[in-house]
């Protein structure tokens, strides 16, 4: 049992008076394929060692309450009556499952839970999809239920769209429930069709937390998203066949620059030149080419800081200072952008003393301690429910 396992389960005991039935869910990092999960494009995300963990009990009144250590604080609602009204505040995460849950006819009975997470928030690695997802699987248990990933993910996917107001895609909710322990996923955020790589044993993932607070639930992910929308429009106005910008190509792109402001032109080629980079990055993994895939890393960082906008200068830093390291493959920006984590891949046996220089460096540059995790990949909800809810 983690240390967070034995957290809740004590608290939940003492406040609820019930041993409660435990669920983790893991966060997750991007190698690459960064804001293509939106229009049907590539990723390739791995689950990480941090988790929500959540514990469940029943109760008889129709209620749901959700007690959250990270915050101190309790949220309860009649779940018959709960309807879709965001507060902007941590428990619209939990409750907008309940909600999307309701959605799909699959109203829970009364319940206690209680929640604790050790993700780092705001950092770009998913702690919104992973407390989802926790919450999810926590419940669907206790009704008896099991949902195949294809709906799971989709389901907490809609209570962040819906609920909460994020307007996210796929990627988070489908990496962080079906994750699988040694292997990075490559999945088709149209098809949901995926593949599991292994991640060559020489090599291991460092991220790097710049520090600079991200959050999708704000506004520079929402305008990049309508900017990106507004060109994927066009393409489909214009171009018969094209529906999502994953069917786009460059050429395709080019014939109706001027059809398009000059942003959306730019977004959408950072995203028609990512969806490449992530099948050559497949073929790089297949091959145990990390050189290849190491460079793809460094282009797509180019193409997100340039093309699409989305780091700022602390994370340009941090990625400078890491692909000048001895045994970096390559780095880039993580997750939704505007500041977070960068992710690096790095020889085995020197990600030690890369940590080391990186933090000491970035530190000397900018003035910021950087946390950095040496991490590998972890499994997701499911199967940490199939092997008894332990993480
Ligand atoms: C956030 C969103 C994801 C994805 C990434 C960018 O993490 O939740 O759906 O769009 O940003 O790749």
Request: charge should be negative.
């Amino acid at each position: 049992m983690t240390a967070v396992e034995g957290r809740v389960r004590e608290a939940h005991r003492k406040r609820f008076e019930q041993e409660g039935k435990i669920y983790s869910a893991p966060a997750r990092v991007n190698l690459i394929g960064e804001h293509t999960d939106y229009t049907g494009g590539l990723v390739m995300p791995m689950a990480i060692g941090f988790h929500t963990v959540a514990a469940i009990s029943p109760r008889q009144d129709g209620r749901a309450i959700f007690s959250s250590a990270n915050y101190g604080e309790v949220r309860e609602f009649d779940i018959a009556s709960l309807d879709k009204q965001p507060t902007r505040h941590w428990s619209d995460y939990p409750a907008g499952v309940v909600w999307s849950l309701k959605q799909s006819a699959l109203t829970p009975a009364g319940f206690d839970m209680s929640l604790e997470g050790d993700v780092p928030l705001g950092a770009g690695l998913s702690s919104s999809a992973s407390v989802e997802v926790a919450v999810a699987v926590a419940i669907l248990s206790q009704m008896g239920r099991k949902l195949p990933l294809e709906e799971l993910a989709p389901l907490c996917r809609r209570a962040e769209n819906e609920y909460v107001g994020a307007k996210s895609g796929i990627m988070d909710q489908f990496i962080v429930a079906g994750g699988v322990e040694h292997r990075a996923m490559m999945l088709d955020c149209r098809s949901l069709e995926y593949d599991l790589l292994p991640l060559p044993e020489e090599v291991c993932i460092v991220i790097a937390n710049s520090m600079v607070r991200h959050s999708v639930a704000t506004g520079d992910y929402g305008n990049r998203r309508d900017e990106v929308e507004a060109g994927q429009a066009v393409l489909r106005r214009e171009k018969p066949g094209i529906e999502l910008l994953r069917d786009a190509t460059l050429a395709d792109l080019v014939a109706c620059r001027d059809k398009m402001s000059p942003e959306s032109f730019a977004r959408c080629k950072h995203i028609i030149t990512e969806n490449a980079r992530v099948l050559a990055a497949r073929e790089a993994l297949l091959a145990s080419d990390m050189k290849r895939f190491g460079e793809l890393m460094v282009e797509a960082h180019a193409s997100m800081r340039d093309d699409f906008a989305a780091s700022c200068a602390e994370v340009d830093m941090l990625v400078e200072i890491a692909n000048r390291q001895q045994g970096c493959f390559g780095a880039r920006i993580t997750g939704g952008g505007f500041g977070g984590c960068t992710v690096n891949v790095v020889k085995a046996e020197l990600a030690d003393a890369f940590v080391e220089q990186v933090k000491q460096e970035y530190e000397r540059a900018v003035g910021i301690k950087a946390d950095c995790f040496i991490s590998s990949p972890s499994d997701g909800a499911l199967a940490l429910a199939a092997k008894g809810g332990a993480a």
